[in-house]
Every structure is written in structure tokens, then in C-alpha cells.
């Protein structure tokens, strides 16, 4: 056997999935003993893919036989090698073969029947009965240039959308033929517990009202039951009060809630916390952000601002000897290939009839410089032999560090403030601390000791310390806290006012040492 393969794609490349491939030995054959089978079909998985064994070609008598492949309307014909690898049936197609009984092509199949076709099949392909020969009419009522494609499905449609697969199953939606109600249904030998009683001797109809199944010792005590604590005797107090008692400041109704200090079940902190997947995107850059509209990249040039490293000095001039504007020189200074022909004597004139010898000296003081007498400044108009442009230009090896980050700068602005200590009450004792966490956009607020009193009590109202501005909130808001030491540890409810205040909203009174004092650890935004 030969294992043969395929894709079958549609006129768009894309893999058709279920779609039948029929392969056919038109003319029968025998390999061996065996008689080869005149038709074989397989379905495409998912990714368009099938694959098939076929008898090889050379292996089946008589000789010259080959194979038809049909899918979609394509039909192929395939000569088969003996291969032990796989083979795919693009390498194999061959022009129309000849039919190996005869010199002259025969009829491969009529309407994708094959064999001996009976006249009631063909009858039933062609529309049999009452000829007689002679044009059509009409198709269904229709004339002319007729299609059914809008009537009728080709043989080798498929019902996709509307028909399940032979393979399907319907595992959602029912049970195996064998399955049980364990869950649901009793056994057929079942009995019922005390919860029910037998036909005909259900005597009580309702109890105080109720019906159904009914727990009485949810409403009633046993009639030999006892109060502990018990004795009898009128009550003498209640909590050492006596006369018409009312316990409303000290206990809580049955039906009571904690609206004003509990938070519901199914609570949110939206307007005080950010949700688990919240972001920063308006306040913050992202991890992966650059400063390319603010700082220059690492290998960055300064063409348009800065000299290069060789650079030389060609300046404009803006003045000559204080003068400014359209400036002539011509009346200061020769042009530089003047001569003094008419005033000067030559190079190579002496004044032997007039003057001294080489070898005299004349000691003169200097009269005037520029036109200048007295006591003469240039630096005014002339640089130093050793001057520079310190102030004009940079050094060669001048950079940018007053006004530019370096390459590996950080945002330091991130980085979480110091500590610092609220202004605590007077008799509170204790650190409150809050600092900065741009990080997070927060303020965050922690006891790094123990809030107490250090003398009197503290009630509801009583203020424990100040935030000063710049650390406040911006609306008020309440933090739960502990008060006390473990494992009798009260619960409190500390209130953070947008004025800076910090006080107790419960009634739990704020007493005793440090070590019973509050914890607090909380952050909160202040925009």
C-alpha cells in the first residue's frame, strides 16, 4: 500500500473542513488474489487534510489502470507508485488515461455513478418517462436561460448549518442512554424518614400557623426546661439601673444594623480605592517612555546651538575702535598694499648728511598710541596675548549637565518622601506619621508608635492629631483600625477630615498604656 495525501482548500486558499473525497478504480482491477475495491471516500479534518492507502498502480491487473479523484467539483486522475513514504496526489496527476480495454476514451462515470447504472437510475438522473424528444419548455415553471442553484443543492452539498454531523453527540444537552438520577431521584426500595408521615395518618394539618416541615424548638422550650440564672423574684436593676429602665444607649435593637459604621457586604471602595487593573496613564509615563520632545537622544549633535570640537571663531564685527555702523577705516589705518612713496624714503635710504650713525641711540618716550596721549588703555579695543572666550563660548570639553539629564538619569520625583510626624493633641500620646508616595499618587499615613492617652479618656469626637496642608485629603473619608493589644484587639474608626483633623468616630474610649494603643497604616489621594 501507497499512503496518499491532500489539502482541499476553496477558491479563496482557505482549508474546507468535512469535505468528501471520493476515490475511484473505474475500471476494477485485482491485486493478487485481491479484488480491489471500485470506491473509497474519506472526510477532510478541520485543517482541509486527508489522507488515503491505495493499491499501487503497477500492482493491479490489468495493466495501465489509474485512479480518479473527486472533491468539490474537481476531478483529478492519479497513477499510484509503490512508495513506503507518503505521496501527495498533486505529484501524482497524469493526463486522461485510455481505457486499458479499448483504443478510444471511455466514460469515467454518469452523474458520479459507476458500474452497471440501471435504466430506473438513469430514469431518475435525467428525469425519465414521457419523452419523445424535442427542446425543453420550461424548468419548474421558468423559461429561457434557466438556473436551479437557487432551488436545488448540487449531489455533493453539505448540510453545515443546518444538520448535524453522523458523528455528533449531544453531550450538553442530553444524558447517556445509561445514566441515573442519583441527585435527583430516590431508589425504587426507598423509605421516608421521620420528616414524613404514611397516607391517611397525616392528623396534624398546621402548627401555630406553619405547614410544611417545622423545627419547634426554634420557637418552643421543652416543657421541663430551665433559665439559667434563674430564682424568680421581681428584678431589683439592669445594669445597675432601676425604676422604668431603657437599655437603648447600651444594647442594640434585634432587627439593629451598622449603616453608619459597617460597611454592606457587597460594598465597594470605588471612590476611594482603584479598581485591581486601574492604571496611571493621565498622571504617570509609562515604564517604557523617553523624553524625546525634552531631551536630546544619547549620540545627539548640537548643530544648531553649539560649535563643533574644532570649531574656530569667524565672528561679524560689531564695532571697530568704539565705532558701530557703516564703518571706514581709510582715515585710520592704509590699505593694505599702500606704500609711502611720497611721504616715506626707500628700504634701503640713509640719512647720513643729517642724521647719526647706526651705532647712536635716542632714548624717546612714546607720545601717542591710536592718536591717544597721557596715560593710554588699550583693553578697551585689544585683547590680551593670552585671552580667551570664557564667556562667550564653551570649553572643548564643556557639557551640558546643568541643563540636560544624563543618559542613565532617573525620575527621582517618584520616589517616596521622608517621614514626617503629624501635630499630635495634647494627652495624646504616640507618632502619627505621613509622607509622599508619588509612585502611587498617595499620601500614606502610619503610627510608628502607638496612639494612646496619656491622661483622661478619649471618646467619640476627640481629635488625636493634625496633617498640615499638602498632606490632607480632598474629601473626608473614615479607615478602620485596631485598638488593643492582641488577641483582645478592638476595632476603631478613625476619621481624616480634609481640614487635617484626625479624630475617633466610635464610642470605644480611648484609655490606658501605649501598648493598647491605635494602629493605624493607610494611604489616600490627595487630587
Known amino acids: 500500500m501507497t499512503l ?48 488515503m492507502d491505495l493499491v499501487p498502480n503497477s500492482e493491479i491487473l490489468p495493466a495501465n489502470t489509474y485512479y480518479v479523484v473527486r472533491h468539490l467539483g474537481v476531478r483529478m486522475y492519479i497513477v499510484v507508485p509503490d512508495s513506503n513514504d507518503l505521496v501527495s496526489v498533486s505529484s501524482l496527476i497524469v493526463n486522461i488515461p485510455q481505457n486499458p480495454l479499448s483504443s478510444a476514451t471511455y466514460v469515467n462515470d454518469i452523474d458520479g455513478h459507476y458500474g452497471s447504472i440501471s435504466q430506473a437510475t438513469i430514469s431518475a438522473i435525467v428525469g425519465g418517462g414521457g419523452g419523445g424528444g424535442g427542446a425543453v419548455s420550461s424548468v419548474d415553471g421558468r423559461t429561457g436561460i434557466v438556473t436551479l442553484n437557487d432551488k436545488y443543492a448540487t449531489l455533493a452539498h453539505t448540510h453545515t448549518g443546518s444538520y448535524s454531523l453522523i ?17 435527583s431521584y430516590a431508589g425504587l426500595s426507598h423509605i421516608h424518614d421521620t420528616r414524613y408521615v404514611k397516607l391517611g395518618e397525616e392528623s396534624v394539618q398546621t402548627v401555630n400557623g406553619m405547614t410544611g416541615h417545622i ?15 434563674g430564682g424568680g423574684g421581681a428584678v431589683d436593676s439592669v445594669e445597675g439601673r432601676t425604676g422604668a429602665v431603657t437599655l437603648g444607649d447600651l444594647y442594640s435593637d434585634v432587627t439593629h444594623d451598622h449603616a453608619d459604621t459597617y460597611a454592606p457586604i457587597l460594598h465597594t471602595h470605588e471612590s476611594i480605592y482603584a479598581a485591581l487593573l486601574h492604571n496611571h496613564d493621565s498622571s504617570y509615563a509609562a515604564s517604557a517612555h523617553n523624553h524625546d520632545a525634552a531631551y536630546s537622544v544619547l549620540g545627539h549633535t548640537h548643530t544648531g546651538t553649539y560649535s563643533d570640537v574644532g570649531h574656530t571663531h569667524s565672528y561679524p564685527v560689531t564695532s571697530v575702535d568704539g565705532l558701530t555702523g557703516a564703518v571706514s577705516l581709510s582715515s585710520t589705518y592704509a590699505a593694505s598694499g599702500h606704500n609711502h612713496s611720497g611721504v616715506y624714503s626707500a628700504t634701503t635710504h640713509n640719512h647720513d648728511s643729517a642724521y647719526s650713525a647706526t651705532g647712536h641711540t635716542h632714548s624717546y618716550p612714546v607720545t601717542s598710541v591710536d592718536g591717544l596721549t597721557g596715560a593710554v588703555s588699550l583693553s578697551s579695543s585689544y585683547a590680551a596675548a593670552s585671552h580667551n572666550h570664557n564667556s562667550s563660548y564653551s570649553a572643548l570639553s564643556h557639557n551640558h549637565d546643568a541643563s540636560y539629564a544624563t543618559t542613565g538619569h532617573t525620575h527621582s520625583a517618584l520616589t517616596a518622601g521622608a517621614w514626617s510626624s503629624a501635630t499630635m493633641t495634647t494627652n495624646v500620646g504616640g507618632t502619627l506619621q505621613y509622607r509622599s508616595e508619588p509612585a502611587y499618587g498617595v499620601i500614606r499615613l502610619r503610627t510608628s508608635a502607638r496612639i494612646y492617652s496619656i491622661s483622661g479618656t478619649f471618646s467619640a469626637g476627640s481629635t488625636l492629631a493634625t496633617l498640615p ?14 485598638q488593643g493589644a492582641e488577641p483582645t484587639q478592638n476595632v476603631m474608626i478613625i ?19 501605649q501598648s493598647a494603643g491605635i494602629i493605624i497604616d493607610h494611604s489616600f489621594s490627595t487630587s
Open 4 to 51: 496518499v495525501y491532500g489539502t482541499v482548500t476553496n477558491v479563496s486558499g482557505q482549508a474546507v473542513y468535512n469535505a468528501l473525497v471520493s476515490v475511484t478504480l473505474p475500471s476494477g482491477g485485482i491485486d493478487g488474489e485481491t479484488i480491489v475495491s471500485t470506491r473509497r471516500q474519506v472526510r477532510t479534518n478541520k485543517f482541509g487534510y486527508w489522507e
Open 495 to 513: 476619621k481624616v477630615a480634609t481640614s487635617g483633623a484626625v479624630t475617633i468616630v466610635n464610642s470605644i474610649s480611648l484609655t490606658g498604656t
Open 215 to 229: 423545627e419547634l424548638d426554634e420557637a418552643y422550650a421543652p416543657l421541663d426546661h430551665t433559665h439559667p440564672g
Open 167 to 183: 458523528t455528533h453527540h449531544h453531550n450538553a444537552s442530553y444524558s447517556a442512554l445509561t445514566h441515573d438520577h442519583n441527585l
Open 469 to 482: 496642608v499638602g498632606a490632607r485629603p480632598v474629601s473626608d473619608f473614615k479607615v478602620i483600625c485596631y
